[in-house]
């Protein structure tokens, strides 16, 4: 069931329904859903579900669902089942036979596309980076070339790395990064990485966040031979050449040698003319 991402008036009439007749509310943050149900005057059980205790509660809450009650799963804020530890419960659910029934809402994906002046096209949603240095830069890489816009979240305390690595990878592409939407303190700042991050280089950054990056005008054709594909990327993408190289490399499942190669005779051209 999805609940505010931050302004507690945000909530379907349906939901605050289904809130008061559930046996029992399973909720990520008690407190959070406490706030939320006593600001609407709502009194209903809360039983805690998160990513700690989910394999524990999670079974008790799928025996009182096989018993033939009704729960309520929610999260902090906005739809479940997305980055978050409900997923589990609802495959588990499914594979027993339970009806799992969405009860639709707030999202902070659509709340940003909404906003974002470069959306309207097909996008990605990738959910978190890798909270480590090296797999969040092949995983960046990787996205890249994509002709998708993305639409990932961060933690605020991995931010200002993200959008160093994300000006490397990026370039000038523009961003729109979305911070405690619906709250008092809502952010919203449009650039390149690099601009984001420099605007915010004298804050403590604090709140969700939502970052979305305005898609790759082109990607490379698929006929195209490595040197072709090496030369199209150096004259559209500020990626250094050996990680343009290994993104090559991983692309076509060829060996990385063998596209340092093909980029030396790109060197050679640089060099000629």
């Known amino acids: 069931m999805a609940t505010p991402i931050g302004n507690l008036e945000d909530i379907t009439l349906r939901a605050l329904r289904v809130l008061k007749e559930v046996d029992v509310v399973a909720a990520e943050d008690t407190r959070r859903t406490r706030k939320l149900l006593a600001h609407h005057g709502i009194r209903n059980r809360v039983s805690a579900y998160h990513g700690y205790n989910r394999e524990r509660a999670g079974e008790k809450l799928l025996r009182c669902l096989l018993g033939g009650k009704n729960v309520a799963l929610v999260t902090d804020g906005g739809t479940p089942g997305i980055s978050d530890p409900g997923r589990e419960l609802v495959r588990e659910a499914f594979h027993r036979g339970v009806l799992v029934a969405p009860v639709p809402g707030p999202s902070a994906i659509t709340a940003a596309l909404s906003v974002a002046a470069f959306s309207g096209g097909p996008f990605l949603f990738v959910g978190f980076l890798p909270s480590k240095a ?7 890489e990787d996205l890249g070339g994509l002709p998708y816009l993305l639409v990932l979240f961060e933690a605020p305390h991995r931010l200002m790395k993200t ?3 994300m000006g490397r ?19 919203l700042l449009v650039g390149t990485a690099e601009e984001i991050r420099l605007s915010l280089k004298a804050e403590v950054v604090r709140g969700e966040i939502t970052l979305l990056v305005e ?50 005779k790109l060197n050679q051209e640089s060099n000629e003319s």
């Open 134 to 140: 090296g797999p969040r830069k092949r995983k960046l």
């Open 215 to 264: 898609p790759c005008d082109t990607v490379a054709e698929p006929e195209m031979g490595v040197l072709e594909e090496l030369r199209y990327w150096s004259r559209r993408s500020r990626i250094p050449m050996m990680e343009v190289v290994k993104q090559v490399a991983r692309s076509r499942g060829i060996p990385k040698s063998e596209v340092y190669r093909e980029s030396l």
């Open 169 to 187: 990878v990026f370039g000038g592409r523009r961003i729109l990064m979305a911070r405690e939407m619906t709250k008092v303190h809502e952010t």
């Open 163 to 165: 959008l160093e690595e």
